[in-house]
């Protein structure tokens, strides 16, 4: 099990400054792989943005978990089976996130975003390194 990341944790491994940091905290690690996260507070979420912070999880997940790809860049190369349940409302969401599988260099998780226990949305993300030019 990994030690919970912090906020400085979250900005060294992201390289994003805000605003573009969307992760503030990891809530959990629990037994079985899933991880939580919290996101920022903010006045206003668009599902776009939950998108996002739902990349920024998994590639939190892929960094943490492996320290040779601590250094990697990643980039979405699909958001799949992308479900939006509710109009997503201020404040602070949590995200639940579990690795499906690696292949190809390849990393594949489930992502679930939820406002006061309500699921706002629901999604496939899946990463690819950046090659060095």
Do not use: K
């Not at 943005?49 to 939190?60: E, H, K, P, S, V």
């Not at 997940?61 to 958001?79: E, I, K, P, T, W």
């Not at 599988?101 to 939820?114: E, P």
């Not at 406002?115 to 990463?127: D, N, S, W, Y």
């Amino acid at each position: 099990m990994n030690a919970m990341l912090g906020p400085d944790d979250i900005a060294a491994l992201l390289r994003h400054r805000p605003p573009a940091l969307l992760i503030a905290a990891e809530l959990e690690v629990a037994e079985d792989g899933q991880r939580r996260f919290a996101t920022v507070a903010r006045d206003e979420w668009h599902w776009t943005q939950l998108l996002d912070a739902a990349a920024q999880a998994a590639g939190l997940c892929v960094r943490s978990d492996d320290a040779a790809l601590a250094g990697r860049a990643f980039v979405v190369a699909a958001y799949e089976r992308v479900v939006q349940a509710s109009r997503p409302g201020p404040g602070v969401h949590t995200l639940a996130v579990r690795r499906l599988r690696s292949f190809l260099q390849m990393h594949q998780f489930t992502v679930t975003i939820a406002a006061g226990g309500v699921q706002v949305l629901a999604a496939q993300v899946t990463l690819a390194p950046v090659e060095a030019a």
